[in-house]
């Protein structure tokens, strides 16, 4: 069964660096998403993307943040200056398209500690 | 703000019992939610998805309802099972972004 993958599975980085975080969704898939969990929180949304561009970001999705598809078949979170806060389950998730409501099928996730 | 509520952080049941955990949202009407399965370092799971026209979706040993006039969702695992052990999260949707809740963690007792 096709699935959502993610590299890395953790990175460790030093406050300030730039961290870029990796996945490949689904291959039928035009909806990608990016997700965050911080360590025994909820998961909260940071981006949508279709179409070569962002659909939807939230409060989060600052501009510390962008995200990417270098080709056709990665999907990119960069962050540009990280802060210990940043510290969190990176998840990217992909779904089928943008009618109706749409089942999204996350990655394992990578998990990122500022240190 | 939007916002989606599980009322119980933690649920334990016995095997074999059925499981029901609850969700609540304020603040806007999604027009769909889904739930899914959390296993700890793990991503979410899809599990189930419920539209806002549906009263109930079934699937297996789960069953999910949706009651637009009290603004929640039922999530119910019948004969439970220590395997079904993991958080279980509920999301709402207006369109591709969710709103997910805290989660409930349920642990089945053997």
């Known amino acids: 069964e096709p699935e959502v993958t993610q590299t890395p599975s953790h990175q460790v980085t030093q406050m300030g660096q730039e961290v870029i975080l990796r996945c490949v969704p689904i291959?039928?898939?035009?909806?990608f998403y990016w997700y965050r969990q911080i360590l025994g929180q909820k998961v909260e949304f940071l981006v949508s993307?279709?179409?070569?561009?962002?659909?939807?970001k939230s409060e989060i999705f600052d501009d510390q943040f962008s995200v990417e598809r270098p080709d056709g078949s990665n999907f990119t979170l960069k962050i540009r200056s990280t802060k210990l806060e940043d510290s969190a389950m990176y998840f990217c998730?992909?779904?089928?398209?943008?009618?109706?409501?749409?089942?999204?099928?996350f990655g394992p996730g990578t998990r990122l500690t500022v240190l | 703000s939007q916002k989606i509520e599980q009322n119980s952080e933690a649920l334990n049941i016995q095997e074999g019992k059925t499981a029901t955990l609850t969700c609540n949202y304020t603040?806007?009407?999604?027009?769909?939610l889904q739930w899914y399965r959390q296993d700890p370092g793990r991503g979410p799971v899809f599990l189930l998805l419920?539209?806002?026209?549906?009263k109930e979706k079934r699937k297996e040993r789960l069953k999910v309802t949706f009651d637009t006039t009290l603004k929640q969702s039922l999530f119910h695992i019948t004969a439970s099972q220590p395997a079904d052990s993991a958080t279980y999260l509920c999301?709402?949707?207006?369109?591709?972004?969710?709103?997910f809740g805290p989660g409930t963690r349920l642990s089945v007792l053997p």
């Open positions: 998730a992909s779904s089928v398209g943008p009618r109706g409501p749409d089942t999204q099928y």
């Open positions: 291959s039928n898939h035009l909806y």
């Open positions: 993307f279709y179409n070569n561009e962002i659909s939807e």
């Open positions: 603040n806007y009407s999604p027009a769909y």
């Open positions: 419920i539209r806002e026209n549906e």
């Open positions: 999301a709402g949707g207006e369109g591709q972004n969710f709103v």
